[in-house]
């Protein structure tokens, strides 16, 4: 069984890729395109050499919406805390 107390709500700040266009252009136009920064919120399920493996959504017994983050690409890892809980 999963349940909040067993998993930390985090709040994920990392880096994305990005295709900020669909269309033909002049090379020097692409010269000015950057990546993108992104930030992920959820509870943390496991952090490794690889992954920060994150779920949105969570009840007593199962989790849903997953995140799956390459280590890489994260800048930070900061605890979040609910404004409240679900009745129990």
């Known amino acids: 069984m ?3 107390k ?4 985090v709040l994920v700040h990392w ?3 990005c295709s900020p266009s669909r269309k ?3 090379p ?13 919120v959820g509870w ?7 992954t920060v493996l994150l779920a949105s959504s969570m009840s007593s017994e199962q ?5 799956a983050i390459p280590t890489g690409a994260v800048l930070s890892i900061v605890s979040v805390t609910p404004t409240h809980r679900r009745p129990k």
């Open 6 to 9: 067993t998993k930390r709500l």
């Open 24 to 26: 033909w252009q002049d």
């Open 44 to 50: 943390l399920l496991r952090k490794d050499k690889d």
């Open 63 to 67: 989790i849903g919406d997953l995140t």
């Open 28 to 40: 020097s136009e692409a010269k000015t395109y950057k990546r993108d920064e992104a930030e992920t």
């Open 15 to 17: 880096v994305d890729s």
């Open 2 to 4: 999963t349940t909040e």
